[in-house]
């Protein structure tokens, strides 16, 4: 054999070698999974059906706990509601670490009240609880707020005509509007640019993080960093939405009156003050923009979509929004606007909603968790820092709780009796310690706005209901539905 013919195979063996041996060998007992490639990790699993129809097949393998190498990090998946729940709630202090998305980990780093962790998350949440509740989550006063937005998004719609129009704007204003009169103090007007401009970066945004190119990304983002992207677009994105808050928050402080605090920005900046002398503090500059971007930018595409997502479903099932409106006519009538209270004698709008949640399904493999200790685990030890994903989309599609959990169906949330039923495994704002800040807020405004929507408009598509698609746009990190024109017609 020449020379260099056995030089070249030598050098492709040690190189060989060198991965095997430099592949990162797991600490504890990890759950069973499919046997990585150096490198490359499980990159064979994977399909362009996405990591979430991955994970259901490599389950049926491995069961309801198993790992997963995304790239060289392995990552333990957690399928089905007894799994989700016995990490989230039975050991919620072990499984309260944050993991990373790694197209968003250059903008948000370990900062802000979503992606901190240890005693940074632990403050900073719990700040922003207090503070949320002082400026309205959960009192009358949010309710008010969203009252008076569903009245002015009911004038939008009549301004229509009935004529067909594309609802994502006009749904990402009204939510937006919500978390904007919280942390920015304002409502912004629905033709606003600069407002228009930043819905729009959260819209492209959340369907890039969603994309199957981000989930590539995911795998391989040491070496996929380096190159051009849709990680690079969703960091211009993200940093010129963050250029704005820091505007609005120099704004803020240059008219902060600190015995008339506004809004969230303003309560904060007036804590920074308070603990400056602290060498500890977690109240800096860089933690309020990133608090103010996570909540501004969950707080606006969450529940949005959720909207968008429910009303693609009346028009695909006029039935079930013909029974929702019978039940609005009995409660509510035609000549005030839906309260919060109304919502105890809507039991079948309230299962609607639920429904509209779960098949929705908005967050399917969740945002990823990791333990804070060395934990054991149905038998496995898994390390301290060992990433997490609590799949939602596996409990909220859960055969064990929903009866047809592929199927549109509000009686999944109904009892004999016609009354709302809980289930163990409705969980789309998540569980535990790290559940979505804003789930008291969203949940009522999905109400209040959706009800307000159906009492004062029939629904019609341009299409028929048999064409409708319910497949979404994007799924991956996130769940787009696709874009679609409906008519709101005045009844």
């Not at 063996?13 to 990890?30: D, I, M, S, T």
């Not at 006009?170 to 007007?189: M, Y």
């Not at 004698?345 to 309230?350: H, N, R, S």
Request: charged share 25%.
């Amino acid at each position: 054999m020449e020379p260099s013919v056995l030089l070249l195979l030598a050098l492709l063996v040690g190189f060989v070698l060198l991965l095997v041996r430099g592949y990162p060998k797991a600490r504890g007992h990890l759950p069973p999974g499919p046997r990585p490639l150096p490198l490359l990790g499980n990159l064979l699993q994977m399909d362009r059906g996405g990591f979430l129809n991955s994970f259901k097949r490599i389950r049926e393998k491995y069961g309801a706990v198993f790992t997963v190498h995304l790239g060289t990090r392995p990552v333990v998946m957690l399928h089905g509601t007894e799994a989700i729940r016995e990490a989230l709630v039975d050991q919620a202090e072990a499984f309260s670490g944050r993991g990373t998305i790694a197209v968003v980990e250059p903008i948000f780093r370990d900062y802000g009240v979503i992606f901190s962790n240890g005693e940074r998350w632990k403050v900073l949440r719990r700040f922003s609880l207090a503070t949320m509740r002082d400026f309205g989550m959960g009192k009358r006063s949010v309710e008010e707020r969203i009252q008076e937005e569903a009245r002015c998004l009911v004038e939008e719609f009549r301004k229509s005509q009935g004529a067909p129009l594309d609802p994502t704007f006009l749904f990402q204003c009204i939510t937006a509007n919500i978390i904007c009169s919280i942390v920015f103090g304002e409502r912004f007007d629905y033709k606003d640019r600069q407002f228009l401009r930043l819905l729009y970066l959260f819209y492209q945004s959340f369907s890039l993080i969603s994309s199957f190119s981000s989930q590539v990304f995911e795998l391989f983002s040491g070496f996929l960093k380096y190159f051009p992207g849709t990680h690079r677009q969703i960091s211009r994105n993200l940093q010129e939405i963050l250029d704005y808050i820091g505007q609005s928050v120099e704004k803020h402080r240059a008219t902060l009156d600190p015995s008339n605090p506004r809004d969230f920005i303003d309560t904060y900046l007036l804590r920074m003050e308070k603990e400056k002398s602290n060498q500890h503090m977690e109240f800096d500059h860089q933690n309020l923009l990133i608090s103010v971007l996570s909540l501004f930018f969950a707080g606006t595409e969450t529940s949005s979509t959720t909207l968008r997502y429910g009303f693609l479903l009346m028009l695909k099932y006029p039935h079930v929004a013909e029974k929702v409106q019978k039940e609005i006519d009995q409660v509510i009538g035609s000549h005030r606007l839906p309260t919060l209270e109304d919502r105890t004698k809507m039991p079948y709008t309230d299962a609607v909603i639920y429904e509209i949640q779960r098949f929705s399904d908005l967050v399917p493999i969740g945002v990823p968790h990791k333990v804070t200790k060395d934990t054991l685990f149905r038998g496995y030890l898994l390390p301290k820092n060992t990433e997490v994903y609590p799949i939602l989309s596996s409990a909220l599609h859960d055969p064990q709780y929903f009866e047809q959990p592929d199927t549109f169906n509000p009686d999944h949330f109904l009892d004999a009796n016609g009354a709302l039923k809980k289930s163990e495994a409705f969980m789309p704002f998540s569980l535990g310690k790290r559940i979505c800040l804003g789930e008291g807020i969203a949940r009522n405004e999905l109400f209040l706005f959706f009800t307000a929507i159906l009492q004062n408009f029939s629904l019609s598509s341009p299409m028929a209901a048999k064409d409708i698609d319910l497949s979404p746009k994007e799924s991956g990190f996130g769940k787009v539905p696709q874009t679609y024109q409906i008519c709101f017609l005045a009844r």
